[in-house]
Structures are given as structure tokens and as C-alpha cells.
């Protein structure tokens, strides 16, 4: 027993070493010691405290045990004991619920009324009539029985170092909703103790399909097994192939325990700054490793550094590939808006009697996406992201506290006369993370000749989408100089100052038209307090009102100051 509780010892102090690294360990660490009733695999049924010895010794190896605590289950999500996964089948040995030895009833999770767009190289699938909201197949759970195919599955061995948690919500091929209607809750979730770093999480797609880059990126924050789709879990391939999955390193098909879970979007958690800052805190240590190659990289691509100088406001343009703007949602006076931001001077940057520290601009182009832990390194460093309508402004998630987020729209496509508020204004501005850490503005095109029709709108054919949103949604922009150079002066002057975008908010004047009109209504922003809703006339006017209100200095000095890794414990 000694040399095995040596082993438990070096695997828990290496552990303890990788946590320490991150300054979200305290929060990880909770997970611990939270002295409730605790889904231990192998004892195959809820105990009374929490586990002291974090690590199982399995046949020779020793892992770190994953656990689901169901006390803190929101979802009503089922566990199937001795369980082994076959081509997307979850086949049962419990022999509480086997009908060869009880009368007990097996679990089933009930997907068939999650959704999903079709996967297209084109991006949501929801352009084509009949590819949106297309359901999920019933997900097939089945006794063993003495004709199993398989041999894995004729003498089971079921695994406690492996704990897959099947995640089943809305739009997985929607990164914006992928990070609204499940991402978030997870990170919630697990804040709450519900699931630890030792569990495989396995999300829902349609069986065959790939798990998205962007769900993958996300979800490795939370686990250190990979991620995986249930197909792959449940492939047939020889045992001896190697994934990341589990913790033996085999591809092991056979469970104590398999968590499923459907994640509905409801009042629960709502916390989109807090999750954005737990994937910043997981990959710092990456990226900051990485900053050279990226910088480099930045500068091959777009031929520009960024500076760190924190007397220059810096914006990020959402830039698309060649690929991605045949399709839609360009803003078709980038270079000309990028080169007039840069050159800016006079009435168009801050003025010396403003008292904020920003002087200048410096605006790019980056096309996100590509490498995403490049784009959290960058987003730390720029206080501004612009962008069209879309699942890039998530990065903005990823700023530090008091960035700014400009979404443009197209013409038909304003918050006036469709669902756009729903996604980067509705998680931005989160009752539950009042102060509000990222400050969202609008521009929405009024005047159609700014607006151009993208490749679907365009080619209409008779299975594409009638929907007119998503075809007003998907058009190209000219963004106006007035408009932009307007809410650059905002944010210069709000200084990352939350009581100073409130005020702009309350007034209306962080949300305009291309020409610098109104965009909405007052009583319209469900965010905010409807009796204190007002209109703008005058922006300078208002601008001149929140410079009266007193700085943050607090963001604005870490946002000067450069990420680094917290101390080591
Ligand atoms: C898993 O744990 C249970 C209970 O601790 C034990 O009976 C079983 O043998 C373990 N399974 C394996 C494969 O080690
Ligand atoms: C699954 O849920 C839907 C909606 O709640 C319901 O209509 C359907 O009958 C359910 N299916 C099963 C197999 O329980
Ligand atoms: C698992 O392997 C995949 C593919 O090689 C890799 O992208 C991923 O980062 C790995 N995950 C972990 C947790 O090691
Ligand atoms: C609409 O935009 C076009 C193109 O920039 C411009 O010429 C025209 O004056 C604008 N119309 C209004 C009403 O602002």
C-alpha cells in the first residue's frame, strides 16, 4: 500500500502545481473542499462528505478522480451507473435498473427538442429554410444483453478514472449561442461546485458531426481531459489508441458512472464577463507564453505591433477573410475607416480639457478565429473591439474591465425591427454583473444605400432562408466616419468609467444611427430602469455632462498594466 500512496501523493502535489499556476485556483479549489454530498464513481451512490484523498488507484495507474456533486444539479441531469458507450448507444449494466435482475426503470435524457442549424462552411446554418432548427435525434440508451456485438462490451470493466458528461444545448454550431445557452452555465457550474477538472466533457451534436473548434477552446478551460464528441467516445477502434479523453490513456468505453445533461437557457448564472475572464485566466499562462510568435504573426498579417502605450485608445477591427465576406457581413470600408481612425486630429480625438488619458487612436484589422488563443492574447492588450453583428464580438468578453464593444449593423437589421439585441447587448449588460465590465455601443444602418446584399440575399434561391432578418443580417455596411468617430469620442471619454457609460446609456447616446441619430426609443433597453430612459439631442452635449463624473482609476490602470501570471503558492 506504501509505494501506491507515494504515487497518490506525487500525482496530488503535481496537481497542486499546475493549479497554483493559475489565479483561478482558489475557485478550483473550492470544488474540493466543498463538504457536501458527493457523486463518488465507484461507490455508485451519493456520499455523505467530501473525499479526502483526491486520487484512485485503478489496476496500476493513479488518477485524479473526477466528481459530480448532483446536490448542485440545476438541470435535472440523469446518471447512468455501469454504463458502456457504443456508436452513440449508452448500454446499461446497472443492475439496479437491468431487467434481468430488477424492475427498476433505466434514465433516459430527453434531446429531442434541442436544436441545431446545419454545420456549413458558410457559417449558421439558419441561411438555408429548411437547415435551421433542425432537431436532435432521440439519444438511445439500452440494457446490456448476451449478444452484445462487442468485446469491450461482453466483459465490461468499468472505468472510475473516466467520468463523461454528456452537455446537450440549443445551436451547437453557434458559437455565440454555444457560449450564451451552455458555456457560461458551465462555468457557473462548476464555480458552484458542480462538476471538477477531472470530468470529460462530451458535447451534444448530432451523431458524426464535429464538436465545434470554439466549443472545444472553451471547455478545455474547464476539464483537463480533452473534449470529445459521443461519437468519437463510442467509436468502435481498438482499445490501445491513444486519446487525451481518459485518464488511462486507452480508449476505454466502459464507465462507473456517465452524467448526461441537457443545460436549458434560463435565470441561472448570466455571468458572460465572469466566464470570458475564466478562459483569460486558464490560457494565460499560454498565451503569455506565446506572445513573441503572436506579435510576430500580427505583424505579418496586418503589418502592425500594438502599442502599449496607454495614452493611445486602441480598436480592433472584426476583419473577415476573403471566404467569409463573399458571404455577408462586411464592413466594405474597412481600410478607409481603419486609415482615417489612425490619422485622426483636432475635433476628432479627445480634447486636452477632457482630463482622460487618451490622445489618440490606433485602429486594425484582425481576422478572429484562426488561433483563439491568439485572439485572447490580443483582445487583453486593445480597449475597443468593432465589429458587424455577430458571434466574433464574444471576444470582447475577454477584455479587461472596462472595454468597449462597438456592434455595427445593417440596414434592416437594427435592434428596432429585429432579435440583434438579444446576443452581444443582452450579455454585456447582465443584471447579474452590475457594474457592468464591458460597455457595449451601437451603430445600426437607417440608410439603405449604406447596406449591401450578401451572397444568399443575392442569389435567393428557393431553399435559402425568407426570413428577411437573417438576410438583412448577413448584408455588407459602409460604416459612417460621423457615426464611428462619435462613439470613439464616447469611450475616450467614458475612460472605462462604468457610473460614465451609465449615463450615456440612460441618455441613448451610446446607441446611434449612421448619421448619429437616436436608435431606439426610451423605455426600449430592458437593461435599464425604464423611468430614467431619456432621448439625446446632442452628443457633445452629453459627452461634456459624463466628463463632470469621476474617473476609474482602477481600470484604467490595469489597463495599463501588462498581464502577468499571479504568484506562485
Ligand atoms: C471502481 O471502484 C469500485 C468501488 O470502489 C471497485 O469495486 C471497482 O473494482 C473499481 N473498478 C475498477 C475497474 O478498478
Ligand atoms: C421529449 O420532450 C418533448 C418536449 O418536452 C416531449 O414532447 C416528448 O414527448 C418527449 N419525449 C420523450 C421520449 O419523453
Ligand atoms: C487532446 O488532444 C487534442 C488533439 O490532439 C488537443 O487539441 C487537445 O488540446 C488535447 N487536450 C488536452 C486536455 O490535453
Ligand atoms: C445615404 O447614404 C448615401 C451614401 O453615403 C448618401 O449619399 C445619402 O445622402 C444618405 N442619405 C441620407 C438620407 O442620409
Not at 441561472?268 to 507564453?289: E, K, S
Not at 470600408?333 to 486609415?339: D, G, P, R
Not at 463632470?548 to 504568484?567: C, E, F, Y
Request: include cysteine; charge should be positive; proline fraction near 7%.
Amino acid at each position: 500500500m506504501l509505494p501506491c500512496m507515494y504515487g497518490v501523493r506525487r500525482q496530488f502535489a503535481l496537481l497542486m502545481a499546475m493549479l497554483s499556476i493559475y489565479p483561478a485556483a482558489t475557485s478550483v479549489d473550492n470544488i474540493y473542499t466543498a463538504a457536501s454530498r458527493v457523486l463518488h464513481p465507484g461507490s455508485g451512490r451519493l456520499r455523505g462528505e467530501a473525499v479526502s484523498t483526491r486520487t484512485l488507484l485503478q489496476g496500476e495507474h493513479s488518477c485524479p478522480l473526477p466528481e459530480v456533486d448532483m446536490t448542485k444539479d440545476r438541470y435535472q441531469c440523469v446518471v447512468w451507473k455501469k454504463a458502456c458507450v457504443d456508436q452513440n448507444v449508452i448500454v446499461s449494466y446497472d443492475p439496479e435498473v437491468h431487467p434481468t435482475t430488477s424492475m427498476g426503470t433505466l434514465p433516459t435524457l430527453n434531446v429531442t427538442e434541442i436544436m441545431y442549424n446545419i454545420p456549413s462552411r458558410y457559417g449558421i446554418g439558419d441561411r438555408y429554410r429548411k437547415g435551421s432548427a433542425l432537431r436532435f435525434p432521440a439519444l438511445y440508451v439500452r440494457p446490456s444483453n448476451d449478444m452484445e456485438e462487442e468485446e469491450e462490451l461482453r466483459k465490461p470493466s468499468f472505468s472510475n478514472c473516466t467520468l463523461p458528461m454528456l452537455l446537450y444545448a440549443h445551436y451547437p454550431y453557434n458559437a455565440a449561442e454555444t457560449y450564451r445557452y451552455i458555456f457560461e452555465k458551465l462555468v457557473t457550474l462548476q464555480e458552484a461546485g458542480f462538476f471538477n477538472r477531472y470530468v470529460t466533457l462530451v458535447p451534444g451534436v448530432p451523431p458524426g458531426s464535429k464538436v465545434p473548434s470554439y466549443t472545444k477552446f472553451w471547455y478545455n478551460s474547464l476539464s483537463d481531459r480533452g473534449v470529445v464528441s459521443l461519437s468519437e467516445l463510442s467509436s468502435r477502434r481498438p482499445t490501445d489508441t491513444p486519446p487525451n479523453t481518459t485518464w488511462e490513456g486507452t480508449h476505454v468505453r466502459c464507465f462507473e458512472q456517465i452524467v448526461g445533461c441537457r443545460i436549458r437557457y434560463d435565470g441561472y448564472g448570466l455571468r458572460f464577463y465572469n466566464a470570458g475572464q475564466y478562459v483569460v485566466r486558464h490560457y494565460m499562462p499560454h498565451y503569455l507564453a506565446q506572445a513573441a510568435s503572436f506579435e510576430q504573426r500580427l505583424f505579418e498579417l496586418q503589418q502592425v505591433r500594438i502599442p502599449d502605450d496607454p495614452s493611445i485608445l486602441k480598436i480592433v477591427f472584426i476583419s473577415r477573410t476573403p471566404h467569409q465576406s463573399a458571404v455577408g457581413r462586411t464592413i466594405l470600408n474597412e481600410a478607409e475607416i481603419i486609415q482615417r481612425c489612425n490619422n485622426a486630429e483636432g475635433a476628432d480625438v479627445p480634447q486636452a480639457d477632457w482630463n482622460v488619458p487618451y490622445q489618440k487612436y490606433f485602429c486594425f484589422a484582425h481576422v478572429f478565429g484562426d488561433n483563439q488563443l491568439m485572439d485572447v492574447w490580443l483582445m487583453r492588450q486593445v480597449d475597443v473591439i468593432l465589429g458587424m453583428h455577430g458571434a466574433g464580438l464574444t471576444n470582447s468578453f475577454y477584455m479587461k474591465p472596462g472595454g468597449s464593444v462597438i456592434e455595427v449593423r445593417p440596414f434592416g437589421f437594427s435592434g428596432r425591427e429585429s432579435w440583434a439585441n438579444r446576443y452581444a447587448r443582452f450579455k454585456t449588460s447582465s443584471l447579474r454583473e452590475m457594474p457592468w465590465n464591458v460597455f457595449w455601443y451601437g451603430i445600426d444602418t437607417f440608410n439603405a444605400s449604406l447596406s449591401e446584399p450578401g451572397i444568399f440575399e443575392k442569389e435567393d434561391k428557393l431553399h435559402y432562408s425568407k426570413f428577411r432578418a437573417i438576410k438583412a443580417r448577413d448584408r455588407h455596411v459602409h460604416l459612417t466616419w460621423p457615426a464611428f468617430r462619435n462613439q470613439l469620442l464616447n469611450i475616450a471619454a467614458v475612460a472605462r468609467t462604468f457610473e460614465r457609460y451609465f449615463a450615456l446609456r440612460l441618455c441613448g447616446a451610446y446607441y446611434i444611427t449612421d448619421d448619429v441619430q437616436p436608435a431606439e426609443l426610451p423605455g426600449n433597453d430592458p437593461h435599464v430602469d425604464k423611468a430614467r430612459q431619456r432621448t439625446f439631442s446632442d452628443p457633445d452635449a452629453e459627452r461634456r455632462l459624463i466628463l463632470k463624473m469621476h474617473l476609474s482609476n482602477r481600470n484604467l490602470q490595469q489597463a495599463a498594466t501588462p498581464d502577468r501570471l499571479g504568484p506562485k503558492t
